[in-house]
């Protein structure tokens, strides 16, 4: 995601990160009923639903399919670059004893990572909704992988907090274009004072 130019690419790649985190999900379950509903959840909340709901929002936006940034392509893929070999050099650090699946844990971490690069580095609102659904993926693979998978409740209400957060920041899109005719967040530091 770090390196690619359309927000259709963008999206697309979120959803199959959630395809593959939920599949994830479900091949750790070993029958766990939590982690089943949990994997199923994911996909369908996360998988489907976001990703159509996005591509819905950049049509009714009618804006730009193309993202914006304020690095260059070959300065994001090097930093991203960067924040993975970091990810991978202290993640390890991070492993719990007796985690599930302890080499899925600097994946995470430079999830996390790369997520925080794509929200500080795009100009537009939606782009940066996605780099924190990026974040939201990685924190959500950590638990996968220290754990042996969170209490339900607390997974669904994790994957219903990020559709609501996605809803909230699409009507927030609609009133920021409708208030100032853009969604790009550089102009709007004209706005200070």
Do not use: C
Request: aromatic share 8%.
């Amino acid at each position: 995601m770090v390196g690619r130019k359309s927000l259709d690419a963008w999206i697309r790649l979120y959803a199959l990160q959630n395809v593959l985190l939920a599949l994830l999900a479900l091949v750790l379950a070993e029958g766990e009923r939590h982690l089943v509903l949990a994997g199923v959840a994911l996909l369908l909340i996360k998988g489907v639903l976001i990703p159509r709901y996005l591509f819905w929002l950049l049509e009714r936006l009618g804006i730009s399919h193309e993202v914006e940034s304020y690095l260059s392509i070959p300065l994001s893929l090097l930093l991203g670059g960067v924040l993975v070999a970091v990810g991978f050099r202290v993640g390890s650090s991070f492993v719990l004893e007796g985690a599930r699946l302890p080499e899925a844990v600097p994946v995470a971490l430079s999830l996390i990572l790369l997520g925080m690069l794509s929200m500080a580095s795009r100009k537009k609102a939606v782009t940066q909704v996605l780099g924190f659904l990026a974040l939201e993926n990685g924190v959500f693979l950590l638990a996968l992988a220290e754990t042996h998978g969170l209490p339900l409740f607390i997974e669904l209400g994790v994957a219903l907090d990020a559709f609501a957060a996605v809803v909230l920041a699409g009507v927030l899109i609609f009133r920021i274009q409708s208030t100032f005719g853009h969604i790009d967040t550089a102009r709007m530091r004209d706005l200070k004072g």
